[in-house]
């Protein structure tokens, strides 16, 4: 009889065939459940960040497709201002930039806002951890509704196994070790130049037309992502953005943590099962991975109360024992993106000033500019 009811308690999924009994009822909830009586958010409102945040990059990328066409027609279509913010996309940029920034102490005059957007998300991420790719980023954004098509359509995602998942993650930080590597090498004096050389001065032109005029091997290259994509949970995040990496890195110095009380726990494991990083929540105590993007996601389907929570180190026991509410994590990450937008913007220094005939022989011309080398007459 006493079996028949731990069988019945027995999420489904972890009725493995052929696996022994005791491990089975190892798995089911032992403990009391104190249920949580608290209404969770967090999901409603990442995902009205994550939206807000794709519609802005789509408005962006029209604004600088109107004003590279304004170019290109010989100044015959409407004139749009250049939208800065597109330099997001141009996080290389910004890591030179920043270096550039942290040498001379001067704010550089080409693309700034590349750094003032590295600055914003790397403050995010030793604030709120990896929140950049869960709550902002259009690329995660984009890979999150694929896998959950994905999952609609499978009914499940695939994990890719550890001898082979492990090796794999280790690649956006090969990738990001080269960027850092080729940043690191170039004097403030070699950024400059590389910055106001043809390459440098459109590189985001150049950037709209590799997907404006995409090839055919760039065509395989992004639809094997999307596919892998849908039947992995963040392929392209998970295994290849260097971006992430730096982001993930970051965030191993935030003194914010998933942490988990064993007490209150009840070792349903619905925290582990929800997590898009893979991450074993339900055993451990602290989150401490660089793969963790405070996605609130395993907040949001434990029933126990208090049993995990973003939360300050345990010595901070005030308010309600360092526990940060989503809203907090959203209001922080709103907070840090206005606030450093808002003072590079009022302080003058958010915009790239070039003059338009230098934009008018080049953006017309933008795929015959060739990505200077060391020793190229551009960079002495
Ligand atoms: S541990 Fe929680 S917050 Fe971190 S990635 Fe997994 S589900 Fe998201
Ligand atoms: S922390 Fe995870 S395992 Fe523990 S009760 Fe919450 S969801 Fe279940």
Known sequence: MAT???????????????????????????????????????????????LGFLLM????????????????????????????????????????????????????????????????????????????????????????????????????????????????RGLKYLLLGFFVWAVYTMSAEAIELFMGSPYGLIAD????????????????????????????????????????????LTALASPLKIRRSAAACIDCAKCARACPSNLAVDTLVTIKSAECTACLECVAVCPADSALQMSLPEIVKFPRNGRVPAWAVAAGIAALFFGIIGYAKTSGAWTTHVPAQIYQQLVPHANQARHPMPGDPELR
């Not at 027995?10 to 009391?32: C, D, F, N, T």
């Not at 604030?127 to 999150?144: N, Q, Y």
């Not at 055919?216 to 849908?230: D, F």
Request: with cysteine; charged share 15%.
């Open 205 to 248: 032109a150049k950037m709209l037309n590799f997907f404006r005029f995409i090839g055919q091997t760039g065509l395989i290259v992004i639809g094997s992502l999307v596919l892998l994509s849908i039947v992995i949970k963040n392929f392209w995040c998970r295994y290849l953005c260097p971006y992430g990496a730096l982001l993930g």
């Open 57 to 168: 990059n789509i408005w962006l990328g029209s604004l600088f497709y109107l004003w590279v066409r304004y170019f290109e027609t010989g100044t015959q279509s409407a004139f749009v201002e250049r939208p800065a913010g597109v330099e997001g996309w141009l996080p290389i940029a910004g890591m030179m930039n920043f270096k550039y920034w942290l040498v001379t102490r001067h704010v550089p005059s080409l693309h700034p806002a590349a750094m003032f957007l590295l600055i914003t998300f790397l403050s995010i991420s030793f604030l709120f951890r990896k929140a950049f790719c869960s709550w902002l980023c259009p690329v995660g954004t984009i890979s999150e509704y694929l896998w959950r098509a994905g999952q609609k359509i499978l009914r499940r995602n695939f994990q890719l196994p550890c001898w082979l998942d492990i090796p794999l």
């Open 4 to 50: 028949q009811v731990e069988r019945a308690i027995i999420p489904q999924e972890l009725q493995l065939p052929g696996a022994p009994q005791a491990k089975l009822v190892s798995r089911q909830p032992r403990k009391k459940l104190v249920r949580r009586v608290e209404k969770d958010h967090s999901q409603t409102l990442r995902h009205s960040f994550q």
